[in-house]
């Protein structure tokens, strides 16, 4: 086989085949393809794209050039959750504690920030002493112990992707929805998971940024992690603005830690409340059987078609949801387990196995926060309308919160808290946003750049969904 004659193929829109797709990634991993040649095939596929079968089948190649996690050892149905990256978006720190809470196993391996993304596995990592680098046994024994555990992904997982992501970073190519897909997925199967909870972001701050093609790339990832025998759906949520306040590391742990003491904004609650939910839903089973029932639910309260394909509707108290009885005794059970603190004392034990200190979770004010700080101020009258959320990632990059090359030191105090959101009402000179930073220099960079990603509008703007759908 040749190189050539597949990227030729593809670019002329053609299939190709499972050998193609096994020798050309396996050719690539052991670096007999360079990445002149594996750059010209992405953007063939960016701009030809892949059927169905084809993401299947590079998805299951990727997940098998390394080691593939065998989760047998722990007790119970493992459940993983995955965003497709977003801005504030630390739902994991609450989500997987409520989840574990509610006696799902959750062995997570998470990432670093990426681009304008932020990781959770740099916000834990904001705890002093908190070690996301631990052996696979220790890992192990946490799980069964705590309920979860959160580590950062091991040397030899997926090495495809690792080449791969970081090809697509330079060549721009990281936006299309076969190489998520199979990016994601691909590290989803070799976590090793039963169940798989995916958040799906939508906007502005999201790489897909509508959702039609947020939709569209739910749909892949779940038919891809169903085939490969997993419980999987996908929830589609809104990232045209960051989640709740708070975008950096540690001012991010200590809005999650707040969250899981009851005192969380709204938009984080809900959207956190509910991957929980997915995730106690899927570990008990829920997932499973598809029958005539809707491949789609809207949410937030309108549902469309309840799993045996009765219709209903209204409200959550209007009796059947999406998934049935069984996804609202899940939301119960999540609730129950937000408001009694259990959530939160799983948070703290996970944090004490691993390595940091507890302390920091029952009083989040001890983590430290950049001692520099700027008050950005409204320009004008109005009330707060679009943002160009990735910018605003840009801007806590800028502040030391994110990575502009992958060497670059974290400043795990640096950050961001918006005071004022969309469709909330400013008088010109009030503060809309605090930033924080270890050096003062980057302030003023940091507050153009947050300044330039907000809009102040004369009218109150339309609101916008919190929660699209549901994919399943
Ligand atoms: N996150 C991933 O892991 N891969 C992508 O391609 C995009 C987001």
């Known amino acids: 086989m040749r190189m050539y004659d597949m990227i030729e193929k593809k670019k002329r829109g053609g299939v190709l085949s499972r050998e193609e797709i096994a020798w050309m990634i396996r050719s690539f991993v052991q670096g007999e393809i360079p990445d002149y040649q594996m750059s010209a095939m992405l953007m063939a596929i960016y701009f030809q794209g892949m059927e169905d079968g084809e993401i299947t089948d590079l998805t299951l190649e990727m997940a098998h050039s390394g080691d593939m996690v065998d989760l047998s050892p722990i007790k119970g149905v493992k459940v993983d959750k995955h965003s497709t990256g977003g801005v504030g978006d630390k739902t994991t ?68 992707d690792k080449k791969l992501y970081a090809l697509r970073d330079v060549t721009a190519t990281v936006d299309s929805i076969p190489l998520i897909a199979s990016s994601i997925m691909s590290k989803k199967l070799a976590a090793g998971s039963d169940g798989i909870v995916l958040d799906v972001k939508t906007g502005s701050g999201a790489f897909m940024k509508d959702p039609a093609s947020s939709r569209a790339l739910a749909e892949k990832m779940v038919a891809i992690g169903r085939q490969a025998g997993k419980r ?40 956190s409340t509910e991957l929980a939910a997915l995730m106690v839903w899927l570990g008990d089973g829920g997932g499973r059987s598809e029958g005539n029932a809707g491949q789609r639910d809207a949410l937030g309260g309108r549902f469309v078609q309840g799993e045996d394909g009765r ?30 603190g259990a959530g939160l004392k799983v948070l703290a034990d996970m944090a004490e196995a691993q390595g940091g200190d507890p302390r920091c979770v029952w009083e989040p004010d001890r983590l430290a926060i950049g001692r520099e ?29 994110g990575r502009s090359r ?29 930033l924080y930073a270890s050096e003062k220099e980057r302030l003023a960079p940091a507050a153009e750049k947050f300044l330039s990603a907000c809009t102040v509008q004369r009218e109150k703007p339309k609101e916008e969904p919190l929660i699209y759908e549901l994919v399943r």
């Open 232 to 271: 999987c759906c996908a929830l589609i949520t809104n990232m045209d603005v960051p989640l709740g306040h708070a975008v950096g590391n540690a001012l991010e742990m200590r809005e999650a830690i707040e969250t899981l003491m009851g005192r969380g904004p709204a938009d984080l609650v809900r959207v």
């Open 93 to 160: 720190l609450i989500a997987g504690p409520l989840a574990a809470a509610c006696g799902v196993k959750v062995a997570k391996m998470s990432g670093r920030g990426l681009g304008h993304t932020g990781g959770t596995v740099d916000k834990l990592e904001s705890i002093p002493g908190f070690r996301t680098e631990i052996g696979r046994e220790e890992f192990f024994r946490i799980v069964e112990e705590h309920g979860i555990a959160v580590i950062g992904q091991s040397g030899n997982l997926v090495p495809a």
């Open 311 to 340: 219709k209903a509707c209204g409200s959550p108290s209007a009796g059947q949801t999406a998934g049935g009885a069984g996804l609202d005794r899940a939301r119960e059970r999540v609730m129950e387990a937000l408001s009694n």
């Open 373 to 401: 700080r700027l008050e950005v101020k409204a320009p004008s009258d109005g009330f707060m309308g679009h943002m160009d959320t990735e910018a605003v990632g840009i801007a806590s990059v800028l502040l030391g919160a």
């Open 406 to 434: 992958k060497e670059d030191a974290l400043d795990y105090g640096a950050g961001i808290v918006l005071k004022k959101k969309y469709g909330e009402a400013v008088q010109a000179g009030e503060t809309i946003a605090v």
